[in-house]
């Protein structure tokens, strides 16, 4: 949607496909961290953007059972975006949605699947797509994949990854907000897992339990009531919501995987976002990554309509800006995973410590800096932002 919008703004002309009849359905990286409104503000979206529906989270805190570790003031991170913006995609998706229809040349189909690949010669110059049954072509001077970890536009395209892998796997559920809960990002530490707690527009809260991969089944074969024990166990929060459970269908699992596609772009065709690259769920920054290829996409598409080149080698530029920044992000978060959550299981015990030296040395704010604000203006030529 991001991409689709910046291009329309440049005059090109522009189909997004999407697969669903609308965009009311559950999400879970909802999270946006400050970097994502230092690319908005680059861009000119951001006052567009806090026009809708939000929440703005002003503080990260962590906790061991009940007592306070860290807590860190995102304005202090971030003095230009001083909080973190949660905001339902429904919503951050409409918003772009419409902006976007202002533009003619603009054009949205929904309830639309994508096939196959159509290639000439070895370039891609369009796609097979499903609506209502009907199969129907779609030309295009360049074909962007944007849809996600199973892309279908990777698979036709014969992408191969450099790398793919993960080490955990995150059990999300949704609990009511109580009344005295403040909208703080906050992470808490049982004696055996790791919870994650967000503020869940409008007045709910989602959880997130941090556990080995494949680990969820074992719990189901205990049976609900070992897992209503251990949210017991946890915070409080999480207590009504346990005393309550009856099954496990108010469960789903996010399989924090990593990957990294070899080469993004081949002649007319391209990769972004989850297609491309996915990042660990720590410190809540998918989306903002995503959005980041998204903006230097649209830069390197409004100079090859411009030279009417859509080769690898130009488009290969989205790969060659945003490559080594991404890598860099992953490993960020690999290094924090791996003393945060389950790498070394035999010294969970000592995590809740370490992190609290980190903080009180001041190297865990340094750590969220590099994860959660962006140092430097994204490389963008040749888009126009808008005037926020």
């Given amino acids: 949607?991001?991409?689709?919008?910046?291009?329309?703004?440049?005059?090109?002309?522009?189909?997004?496909?999407?697969?669903?009849?609308?965009?009311?359905?559950?999400?879970?990286?909802?999270?946006?961290?400050?970097?994502?409104?230092?690319?908005?503000?680059?861009?000119?979206?951001?006052?567009?953007?806090?026009?809708?529906?939000?929440?703005?989270?002003?503080?990260?805190?962590?906790?061991?059972?009940?007592?306070?570790?860290?807590?860190?003031?995102?304005?202090?991170?971030?003095?230009?975006?001083?909080?973190?913006?949660?905001?339902?995609?429904?919503?951050?998706?409409?918003a772009f949605l419409d902006k976007a229809k202002t533009y003619p040349n603009f054009h949205m189909l929904f309830g639309t699947l994508a096939r196959d690949l159509i290639e000439d010669n070895g370039k891609v110059v369009g796609l097979v797509a499903e609506h209502e049954g009907q199969s129907f072509e779609v030309r295009a001077a360049v074909t962007v994949g944007a849809d996600g970890r199973s892309s279908i536009v990777r698979k036709g395209g014969r992408f191969e990854f450099e790398y793919e892998h993960y080490d955990f796997d995150l059990v999300w559920f949704t609990v009511k907000h109580a009344l005295d809960y403040e909208n703080t990002v906050r992470a808490f530490f049982s004696s055996q897992y790791r919870y994650l707690v967000l503020p869940k527009y409008p007045d709910l809260v989602q959880c997130g339990i941090v556990v080995r991969k494949g680990e969820f089944s074992e719990w189901r074969k205990k049976g609900i009531h070992a897992t209503r024990q251990e949210l017991l166990d946890g915070h409080p929060i999480m207590h009504e919501f346990a005393r309550e459970l009856k099954d496990f269908s108010s469960f789903s699992v996010l399989q924090a995987r990593v990957s990294y596609v070899k080469q993004w772009a081949k002649d007319g065709c391209m990769l972004?976002?989850?297609?491309?690259?996915?990042?660990?769920?720590?410190?809540?920054?998918?989306?903002?990554?995503?959005?980041?290829?998204?903006?230097?996409?649209?830069?390197?598409?409004?100079?090859?309509?411009?030279?009417?080149?859509?080769?690898?080698?130009?488009?290969?530029?989205?790969?060659?800006?945003?490559?080594?920044?991404?890598k860099r992000i992953q490993g960020l978060q690999a290094r924090f995973t791996s003393v945060a959550f389950l790498k070394y299981p035999f010294l969970q015990w000592l995590t809740p410590y370490s992190l609290a030296v980190f903080a009180k040395t001041g190297i865990m704010r340094r750590f969220q800096r590099q994860l959660m604000v962006m140092e430097q203006p994204l490389p963008c030529d040749h888009v126009r932002p808008f005037s926020d």
Avoid at 9 to 24: M, N, W, Y
Avoid at 74 to 82: F, W
Avoid at 295 to 311: G, P, Q, R, Y
Wanted: aromatic share 8%; proline share 4%.
């Fill in 272 to 326: 972004i976002g989850d297609a491309a690259h996915t990042c660990s769920p720590a410190g809540a920054i998918g989306v903002s990554v995503a959005a980041g290829t998204a903006i230097v996409a649209a830069d390197v598409l409004t100079e090859a309509f411009a030279k009417k080149d859509f080769s690898k080698e130009l488009l290969g530029a989205v790969q060659a800006k945003r490559g080594e920044e991404v």
């Fill in 1 to 94: 949607m991001l991409l689709g919008l910046l291009l329309a703004k440049q005059g090109i002309q522009v189909t997004v496909l999407e697969s669903h009849k609308d965009f009311e359905r559950e999400y879970r990286g909802e999270v946006l961290m400050p970097r994502f409104g230092q690319m908005m503000q680059q861009i000119g979206l951001w006052k567009h953007l806090l026009s809708y529906q939000h929440l703005q989270l002003k503080n990260f805190e962590l906790f061991f059972r009940d007592k306070l570790i860290i807590k860190i003031s995102l304005s202090d991170l971030s003095p230009e975006v001083p909080f973190a913006l949660w905001m339902p995609q429904p919503i951050m998706l409409k």
